[in-house]
C-alpha cells in the first residue's frame, strides 16, 4: 500500500494597499501623497512574481458634511483644478521599457478626473484606475518596502516636456490624509 502526500504551497497572494488603514507595516509621506508598505521577508525571498494591478481609486478632495451627513462643501484638493489625469507610481521595478519613465515601467495606472476647467469648482470626489483589464508585468524580486506615490503631470516650470509632481496641493499644514488604494495580485513562478 502506497501513501502519497501532496503539499500544495500557495503562489498567489493579494495585497490591498490602502493609506488609511492602522497598520504597524504601513508608512504614510510626510506630505501625504503617498506611502511605503514593508513587505515581509517570506514574501520577498519568494523572488520572481507576476504581478497584476487588480485595481485602484483615490480621493481627488476632502468634502465636509453637516450632521445629517450632506456634502456641505469640497474644500481641498491634492491636485489643482485644471489637472486631468492622475497617476499611481510604485517602486515595484517591471520588465521591459517604459516611455514615460525613460526606463523600466513603474507607473501602475491613470485616473482620468472630471475637473478639466481651470475658473470652476466641479470636480470629482474620487476617480478609478482606468483599465479594462488588469495591468500585468513581471517583477524579478519584490522590493522589501512597497512605495506607492499619487502624482500629476505638470508644466509649471515652462518645459517642453511635463513632469511628475506629487499630489500634495492641499495648501494646509499639516495636510489631512485624502484616501487612496491599490489592490495586486501576486503570482509568484518559482515556487
Known amino acids: 500500500m502506497f501513501y502519497y502526500y501532496i503539499y500544495i504551497m500557495s503562489n498567489i497572494k493579494i495585497l490591498r494597499l490602502n493609506n488609511c488603514a492602522v497598520n504597524p507595516k504601513l508608512i504614510v ?3 501625504k501623497s503617498g506611502f511605503s508598505y514593508i513587505v515581509e521577508p517570506d ?7 507576476l504581478v497584476e494591478v487588480i ?15 450632506d456634502i456641505t462643501g469640497t474644500a481641498l484638493r491634492i491636485v489643482p483644478k485644471n ?9 515595484i521595478l517591471q520588465e521591459g521599457e517604459d516611455t514615460l519613465t525613460g526606463g523600466g515601467g513603474l507607473i501602475l495606472g491613470t485616473m482620468n478626473l472630471q475637473n478639466t476647467f481651470p475658473n470652476t469648482t466641479t470636480t470629482t470626489n474620487c476617480a478609478s ?15 522589501s518596502q512597497l512605495v506607492l506615490e499619487r502624482l500629476y503631470w505638470s508644466n509649471e516650470t515652462g518645459a517642453d516636456i511635463p513632469s511628475l509632481q506629487n499630489a500634495n496641493n492641499i495648501g494646509v499644514n499639516p495636510p489631512p490624509l485624502i484616501p487612496f488604494e491599490v489592490v495586486l495580485r501576486l503570482t509568484f513562478l518559482e515556487m
Open 129 to 143: 484606475l482606468n483599465q479594462t483589464q488588469s495591468l500585468s508585468f513581471i517583477c524579478e524580486k519584490l522590493p
Open 55 to 69: 485595481s485602484g481609486w483615490s480621493n481627488i478632495t476632502q468634502q465636509t458634511l453637516d450632521g445629517n451627513g
Open 83 to 91: 489637472i486631468s489625469s492622475l497617476v499611481i507610481r510604485s517602486n
Open 29 to 31: 509621506n510626510t506630505d
Open 43 to 49: 514574501t520577498v525571498n519568494k523572488g520572481r512574481c
